[in-house]
C-alpha cells in the first residue's frame, strides 16, 4: 500500500536558522505533490505542489520543496525562518487512479524568537 | 476565494447518540472528503464523494456513514457515537482531476463523553 513518511514528528529552531522537513513515500508511479501547513487555530492550507516539469517548486511564504524521483522524496525547505512560521506542517501524495490523497502524520515546526 | 464551512467548531456528544457533522461548499466542486485529524496519526480518509448521492469508502468507515443529497453539501453521519470517535473533522472540497488542491474547512473538534 501506498505511504507516505514524514522524519520528523517535532522541530524546533530559533529564528533565521534554516528549515528542511523531510518527506518520503512509497508509490512508483506518476505521483502528484503536495505540502500542507496547518497555523495554530487555522485550517490546513496549501503551500506548495507539485504535479510535473521543474522539480523544485516555489511555494508561499518563501518555502519551496525539491522532487528527487529517484529516491521518492519531497523535501520541504526555507532558508530563514521566522516565528509566524510555528506551525504543523503536512506532505501528502496522490493515490490511484481517483487521486485521494495519502497524508504523512505531519511535523510540528515551533520557532523561538 | 473557495470557501468551505463546516456547521460547528467544537461539539460535545454523549456515548450512544447519533451525531451530524455538516460541510458545505461555495465553488460547485463535484468532489468532497471527510477526514480525521489525531494528534501524531495525520490526516485519515473516512469517506469521499465524487458526485451528488455518490460516496464511497476511506481509509477508516467504520462507525461512519455520509450523505451527499445536493452538490454543496456532504454530511458526516456518526450512528452512535463513542469515546474512540473524540476527534477533529475535518471536510475537504475539490475540483474533478487530481492535480487540483483540496481546500479544508475550519474543522470540528467533536468530544464524545
Known amino acids: 500500500a501506498q505511504s507516505v513518511s514524514q522524519h520528523n514528528h517535532h522541530v524546533i529552531l530559533s529564528e533565521a536558522a534554516s528549515l528542511e522537513l523531510g518527506c518520503n513515500y512509497s508509490y512508483g508511479g506518476t505521483v502528484n505533490l503536495f505540502w500542507y501547513v496547518q497555523y495554530p487555530g487555522q485550517h490546513l492550507q496549501l503551500l506548495l505542489k507539485?504535479?510535473?516539469?521543474?522539480?523544485l517548486v516555489k511555494g508561499i511564504k518563501g518555502f519551496e520543496a525539491e522532487f528527487i524521483k529517484s529516491k521518492f522524496s519531497f523535501n520541504l525547505r526555507k532558508p530563514s525562518v521566522q516565528w509566524s512560521d510555528t506551525a504543523e506542517y503536512f506532505c501528502a501524495v496522490t493515490r490511484g487512479s481517483q487521486g485521494n490523497l495519502i497524508f504523512g502524520k505531519g511535523t510540528k515546526l515551533s520557532v523561538k524568537p | 476565494d473557495v470557501k468551505v464551512t463546516q456547521s460547528s467548531r467544537y461539539l460535545v456528544k454523549r456515548t450512544g447518540e447519533k451525531v451530524f457533522l455538516e460541510c458545505v461548499q461555495d465553488?460547485?466542486?463535484?468532489?468532497m472528503f471527510w477526514y480525521r485529524q489525531d494528534p501524531g496519526l495525520g490526516l485519515r480518509l473516512i469517506y469521499f464523494?465524487?458526485?451528488?448521492?455518490?460516496?464511497e469508502k476511506g481509509d477508516i468507515p467504520e462507525g461512519y456513514s455520509v450523505s451527499r443529497e445536493k452538490k454543496e453539501r456532504f454530511s458526516l453521519i456518526l450512528e452512535s457515537a463513542s469515546t474512540n470517535q473524540t476527534s477533529m473533522y475535518l471536510c475537504?472540497?475539490?475540483?474533478?482531476?487530481?492535480?487540483?488542491?483540496?481546500?479544508f474547512g475550519p474543522g470540528t473538534r467533536l468530544t464524545v463523553t
Open positions: 475537504a472540497s475539490r475540483p474533478s482531476g487530481s492535480f487540483y488542491e483540496q481546500y
Open positions: 465553488m460547485d466542486h463535484e468532489n
Open positions: 464523494s465524487y458526485d451528488v448521492k455518490m460516496k
Open positions: 507539485y504535479f510535473s516539469g521543474d522539480p
